[in-house]
């Protein structure tokens, strides 16, 4: 072009690229990527169809850490919440149900073996008798250790609530509102080994909630810390 006509002049590029030349490997690559990767149309990324939610892990670079994506767990659903904290109930409640089933075990196994060697079964069929007893007896114990450590409560401004179970996982709330009355039993065991249940009863049968194993003093204070509670809530109602 004529500068005279009031456009600029022609100025030919510094380093021009001489035709045919070939383009280096990492430049070209660099190049590939940019056009496989680069944003689409609308703002979508590379294969994300029209309405779909972006990935957020479709464009990780080579040796980031990836972030995990959040974990919920059911135990979530029986948490007491507000800050709280279950409170355990004693251990002497293992032992309870193990002495529970080990008495019980010396009759079973004894009538049961004489009856076995009675009706001719010989020395190994009472071994194996008195063995089944035994392990029976053992995987009690097991038992009641995990469900001590199943049981727990925890005083809230407005309820009890209580979980325990093994196999099935339970969560009962107690309104204090709502409860009749407390009471506290103890068996002969029980008495010597120091603890006592405490039982909360309301209107419905369904909510009623037993706290076992607990020791005998704190039994007591709970016990009057529930029925205050509960006189105070049908005051007010």
Request: charged share 15%; aromatic share 6%.
């Amino acid at each position: 072009m004529n500068a005279s006509h009031g456009e600029p002049p022609y100025e030919p590029a510094a380093h021009p690229a001489p035709q045919g030349a070939a383009t280096p490997p990492g430049q070209q690559q660099s190049q590939q990527q940019g056009q496989q990767l680069g944003p689409q149309p609308g703002g979508r990324q590379a294969g994300q169809q029209p309405g779909q939610a972006p990935d957020p892990y479709a464009q990780q670079q080579p040796g980031a850490a990836v972030a995990a994506p959040p974990a919920y767990r059911a135990d979530q659903a029986f948490a007491p919440g507000g800050g709280f904290q279950w409170a355990p109930i004693s251990k002497r409640h293992t032992w309870h149900r193990l002495l529970t089933a080990a008495l019980w075990a010396v009759p079973v196994g004894a009538l049961g073996g004489f009856l076995v060697w009675r009706n001719g079964g010989g020395v190994l069929a009472v071994v194996l008798w008195v063995a089944a007893v035994l392990l029976a007896v053992g995987l009690t114990g097991i038992m009641a250790e995990l469900d001590r450590r199943s049981f727990g409560h925890a005083e809230r401004a407005d309820d009890l609530i209580v979980t325990h179970g093994v196999l099935v996982k339970r969560l009962i709330v107690v309104p204090y509102g709502r409860m009749q009355f407390v009471d506290v039993t103890a068996g002969l065991l029980e008495r010597w080994m120091g603890i006592a249940t405490v039982r909360m009863h309301t209107a419905a049968a369904a909510t009623d909630a037993t706290i076992p194993g607990l020791p005998a003093a704190e039994a007591a204070q709970l016990r009057d810390r529930l029925a205050q509670k509960g006189e105070q809530r049908s005051m007010g109602l």
